[in-house]
């Protein structure tokens, strides 16, 4: 029952194999006898899962249903949850419960999906390790000794661990695909505004999408059905038409062109990573698809440009946690300025307090030129790189990550070290464009991600490939003992 | 770059964030790392470029001026660390 993916569980509820009710009792079970090794899960909502499991039964008796209705999934502890704890990870919102559901969350609900319980994450999404969460560590379940890579750690790991068959994530500058090749899993970033951020936590405004975490890209594709569309509470969010994101599934890639770009294949790159994605490319090849060597120029300069405008928006978004209204507020100031200071320092952790210093600086006056309309103009050049590549071939190939999952504990010494972390995900953030991330290989019993990244709006095609080559290949129903 | 303690301190200042000496050291060599990571910028050439604010180029969308705001009040001030007759406390702050 565990092995199950959302589209498995779903059939199996058409069929009457078992209830809402049963799975979830199941995973409600399984969460809490595993979870205490991996850390992976910040609230349980057991209550609610399960009144949400049983309505979802007796709809499905009426035969009012969604199709993944009463379908157990995961929350990421960023989306707002009425009546339960939305932490973001974080000590200041450690007290915080929404009055209301993101649009997100929302969709899923009126689906009849059953909430299971929210995710761990790095604090306010800062970190591609999930080691500045303020509740701990979380542990990759293919290693325990190893991280699960952040901010969505807590989403992959659960997936990964079989503690949810799926689970909603964000990404910022990869925050769903680097998890997601550590995991051994699928994980889809669409394109910046196809999904709503309404009750989404702000990190930086401009880069933040939410997305999936999946066993497959046919799940993927079946929560973004549910996930997709235009929101008018959103200003950013796209006004334009869905499509039945499992309508291409099928399709065959004959014909396809694939551009490699040699800048996600240089001295940095691990060569038994390397020689991973290698394979996974001749395998597409045997699919029908021909790969074109392409170059993005000025790739080495996103993760420059990343780490002031992502900062210079967190500085703005998180100057809203004043302890005034709600979160966290310090014992016994003695006047206003240390009211705010206090309760921000004490509320925030280390990183978060870090960017939200460079963001300052970057945005500070004398600086902002030099800065921040620099950092901008990089943007432009990263998007333009994209672009011309896109005039030649249909999507883009090559390693989500330089290596496998690190040990916890192994870079936190340097924030610089763990920015880079994340030098093949953040352009594709920066450009806005939607990439994926579907696992391609084991090294050393260790899970590899190959990222396609493909141009706006191509989620439908993204997904298709990914399908097609979880069809030739059996790399995403690899999973760890636990 | 280099940034002293004392710029620290004042960045601290202007983010409404209290700093200790010593996470001030730390702070100035975390800064001075990654403001060599962000300086890479400065090598490539953009004088001709528009800067991008946003990777979907489009407007803004306007609506019409009705209200679409229910009062939510009371769930509001529920989540509040103190509130009293529907106002939010906070120190005193005029003597």
Known sequence: ?482 | MSISADDIAYIAHLARLQISEAEKEEAAISFKNILGLIDQMQSADTDQLEPLSHAIETSQPLREDLVTEKNQRDDLQMIAPKCEQGLYLVPKVIE
């Open chain 1, 1 to 482: 029952m565990f092995k199950s993916g959302l589209a498995d569980i779903a059939r199996s509820l058409a069929a009457g194999e078992f209830s809402s009710e049963e799975i979830t009792t199941a995973y409600l079970a399984r969460i809490k006898e595993k979870d205490k090794e991996l850390n992976s899960y910040i609230t349980l909502c057991e209550e609610h899962a399960l009144a949400q499991a049983k309505a979802a039964d007796n709809n499905r008796a009426k035969g009012e249903t969604h199709l993944l209705a009463g379908v157990p999934l995961a929350h990421k502890d960023i989306f707002c949850t009425s009546g339960v704890k939305t932490s973001c990870g974080s000590r200041m919102l450690d007290n915080f419960i929404a009055p209301y559901n993101a649009t997100v969350v929302e969709n899923f609900n009126q689906a009849g999906v059953v909430t299971l319980g929210k995710t761990n994450m790095d604090e306010f999404a800062m970190g591609s390790s999930n080691e500045t969460s303020y509740y701990g560590a979380v542990h990759n379940p293919w290693d325990k000794e190893l991280v699960p890579g952040g901010s969505s750690g807590g989403s992959a790991a659960a997936v990964a661990a079989h503690l949810s068959p799926a689970a909603t994530a964000t990404d910022t500058g990869g925050s769903i695909r680097q998890p997601a090749a550590f995991c051994g899993l699928t994980g889809l970033k669409p394109t910046y505004g196809r999904v709503s951020r309404w009750g989404m936590i702000a990190f930086a405004s401009s880069l933040d999408q939410a997305g999936t975490l999946t066993r497959s890209a046919e799940d993927a594709a079946l929560m973004l059905n549910v996930m997709a569309g235009h929101d008018p509470k959103d200003s950013t969010s796209i006004d334009i038409a869905t499509e039945d994101y499992t309508a291409n599934l099928n399709k065959p890639l004959e014909g396809l062109k694939i551009g490699i770009p040699i800048q996600h294949f240089t001295e940095g790159l691990n060569a038994e990573v390397e020689q991973n994605i290698r394979n996974a490319l001749s395998e597409f090849e045997k699919l029908g698809a021909t790969l074109k060597e392409i170059s993005l120029p000025n790739s080495h300069l996103s993760v420059s440009a990343y780490y002031v405008i992502a900062p210079a928006e967190a500085s703005a978004n998180l100057s809203r946690y004043d302890g005034v209204r709600y979160g966290y507020r310090c014992e016994d100031p003695k006047d206003l300025e240390d009211f705010y200071k206090r309760t921000r320092s004490e509320g925030f952790g280390t990183e978060v307090k870090r960017r939200i210093m460079v963001g300052t600086y970057a945005l500070s006056a004398g600086y902002y030129d030099a800065y921040y309309i620099k950092a901008q103009k990089i943007r432009r050049l990263i998007k333009n790189d994209f672009d011309a590549a896109f005039a030649d071939v249909d999507v883009i190939m090559g390693p989500t990550s330089p290596h496998t999952a690190f040990k916890i504990g192994s870079q936190s010494d340097d924030p610089v070290t763990m920015y880079l972390e994340d030098i093949y995900t953040i352009a594709v953030n920066l450009a806005g464009i939607p990439g994926i991330s579907i696992p391609a290989g084991l090294v050393n019993k260790l899970p590899v991600g190959l990222q396609i990244i493909g141009k706006n709006f191509s989620e439908s095609h993204l997904l298709n490939i990914a399908h097609q080559f979880q069809q030739a290949t059996d790399w995403h129903t690899q999973t760890p003992e636990i």
